[in-house]
């Protein structure tokens, strides 16, 4: 089955304690992105990867880190966590080199930063 | 830089009534698709319909259609025959491929669509 996976579903966690949430995709996809959902903001991207090894800043990257060593693989990472990215975030993927291709998205994993 | 508008934070609309859900963007993207979403209670991201900046005719998928005027840079989604189970938050998005071939994604801030029996 064609799928985008996140992990953990669901985390709560303390302020500055290392976290990382993975992101995985099985469709051979070129393009993955993380967004991070707030109520009455929409999703915002936070980063986004165009291949392996290339990966850009979306409109919200300070406190994120992402590394794109696999073309499956996409994980995001919060070096030092803070309250305010307590949030739903999204990991999601398409083809890459043309407007019309949908994107993927994972289920989102709920983050809450103590 | 890309900019998405949704202006409606909520709408209730009786059921088998037609919606019209409001989306304008702004881009200096030469080329550029436009997406909406549904999301659910349940959280998923729900793929419902797309329209290429290039394309002459109104994007259609089923009830779905895409109400595109280029020139007013609008995109509405129209709902027709609404049901109980459209109640949801609809995301409209832009995709464009910049000059230096990055692709970014943005979306608005959603409208929230309750159906009422």
């Known amino acids: 089955e064609a799928q985008v996976t996140q992990n953990p579903r669901y985390l709560i966690t303390v302020t500055g304690k290392k976290l990382t949430v993975t992101c995985s995709q099985n469709m051979n996809h070129e393009y993955m992105s993380w967004y991070r959902q707030d109520p009455g903001l929409g999703l915002r991207q936070i980063y986004y990867?165009?291949?392996?090894?290339?990966?850009d800043k979306g409109d919200v990257p300070e406190g994120y880190k992402v590394s794109r060593k696999e073309k499956r693989n996409f994980p995001l990472i919060l070096e030092s966590p803070s309250p305010n990215q307590t949030s739903l975030y999204f990991c999601?993927?398409?083809?890459?080199?043309?407007?019309?291709?949908?994107?993927?998205f994972g289920p989102g994993t709920r983050l809450t930063v103590t | 830089a890309q900019k998405i508008t949704q202006t409606q934070p909520g709408m209730f609309v009786q059921e088998k009534e037609a919606v019209t859900l409001d989306c304008t963007y702004d881009t200096s993207d030469p080329s550029y698709g436009l997406f909406w979403y549904k999301q659910p209670s349940s959280g998923e991201m729900i793929f419902l319909i797309y329209?290429?900046?290039?394309?002459?005719q109104n994007a259609t998928e089923g009830r779905y259609s895409l109400n595109f005027q280029k020139a007013r840079k609008s995109a509405n989604l129209v709902i027709s025959a609404s049901q109980l189970g459209d109640s949801a938050m609809y995301f409209c998005a832009m995709r464009g491929i910049s000059n230096f071939g990055n692709e970014k994604l943005t979306f608005g801030t959603g409208t929230r669509l309750t159906i009422i029996p």
């Open positions: 329209q290429g900046s290039y394309d002459q």
């Open positions: 990867s165009m291949n392996v090894e290339v990966t």
């Open positions: 999601a993927s398409s083809l890459s080199g043309a407007n019309h291709y949908e994107q993927y």
